[in-house]
């Protein structure tokens, strides 16, 4: 053995790895988490939909964080309540969101990416707008098994 260098196993390629870990998260979602997070994507669009600040509060936890372009952070549920006030004088015409994918991180937690394209008047008389945009958020699976947005990020 003099002179020889005692060689390990070769770790096997990790080129995969981490999208089969998602994948099988992803399966880890029982069926009642599937359906109480759909849930709450049509709590959003029904809120959304009459820009309802109370109801689109609702959505979030109380330590809840948005961050959005050129804006501070808005943090805490009564900041993000504060910014559905500010909207009280628009009108949504429609709004369709659009979950591009879905991988649980942890028990407990989801994390999505999705765009969205909401068509609003800013004011009594005023021009329809369209926008599209894309949000990233993590979902918290509270106590009672609903889901609330935790941190979400748009743009």
């Known amino acids: 053995m003099a002179g020889q260098v005692p ?7 990790r080129t995969d790895v981490g999208r089969q870990a998602d994948l099988a998260a992803i399966k880890k979602l029982n069926q009642k988490d599937k359906a109480a997070i759909e849930k709450i994507h049509q709590q959003d669009i029904a809120a959304t939909l009459a820009l309802d600040p109370v109801a689109l509060t609702d959505l979030w936890t109380e330590d809840a964080v948005r961050l959005g372009p050129d804006q501070p952070a808005e943090v805490g549920k009564q900041a993000i309540r504060k910014s559905y006030e500010r909207l009280a004088g628009f009108k949504v015409l429609s709004y369709v969101p659009e979950t591009n994918h879905l991988t649980t991180m942890l028990d407990g937690w989801v994390v999505e990416w999705r765009y969205f394209t909401v068509s609003y008047v800013g004011s009594a008389g005023g ?27 748009g743009v």
């Open 7 to 13: 060689q390990a196993p070769s770790a096997p390629a």
């Open 127 to 153: 021009e329809a707008k369209q926008v599209r945009g894309q949000v990233l958020g993590i979902l918290k699976r509270l106590p009672d098994g609903s889901w609330r947005c935790f941190r979400v990020m």
